[in-house]
């Protein structure tokens, strides 16, 4: 059974850093791209970053990009999200997500059902 597990959020000041991890069991997703998504109270969920298989290919949202850095783990089956220069509209319940077929981009591009997801983790920022 495929389990993500996201650990890191929490409670942060306008300015401030937050690293995001996702540890994947139950398969290997070393060929298989992973990302980041969020949502906001009385939000749609959006995209947040994404990282290919290959590790190359990487995609922000326009909202995070030059703030969030996508990396992974490959042997260890984790994904992170570094968040510096934190905004309170950043403030929502992160999710981590991995693409159900391999050498993907990341971005569940072929609908939310193409990917696995964790139960979220909240972070809050403060203004």
């Known amino acids: 059974q495929v389990q993500l597990v996201e650990s890191g959020g929490g409670l942060v000041q306008t300015g401030g850093s937050l690293r995001l991890s996702c540890g994947a069991s139950?398969?290997?997703?070393?060929?298989?791209?992973m990302g980041w998504f969020r949502q906001a109270p009385e939000k749609d969920r959006e995209f947040v970053a994404a990282?290919?298989?290959?590790?190359?290919?990487?995609n922000y949202a326009d909202s995070v990009k030059d703030r969030f850095t996508i990396s992974r783990d490959i042997p260890e089956n984790t994904v992170y999200l570094q968040m510096n220069r934190l905004k309170p509209e950043d403030t929502a319940i992160y999710y981590c997500?991995?693409?159900?077929?391999?050498?993907?981009?990341?971005?569940?591009?072929?609908?939310?059902?193409?990917?696995?997801w964790g139960r979220g983790t909240q972070v809050t920022v403060s203004s």
């Open positions: 997500t991995a693409e159900k077929e391999p050498l993907g981009t990341g971005t569940c591009g072929s609908g939310l059902d193409s990917c696995f």
């Open positions: 139950g398969q290997s997703f070393g060929a298989h791209g």
């Open positions: 990282i290919g298989w290959s590790r190359t290919n990487i």
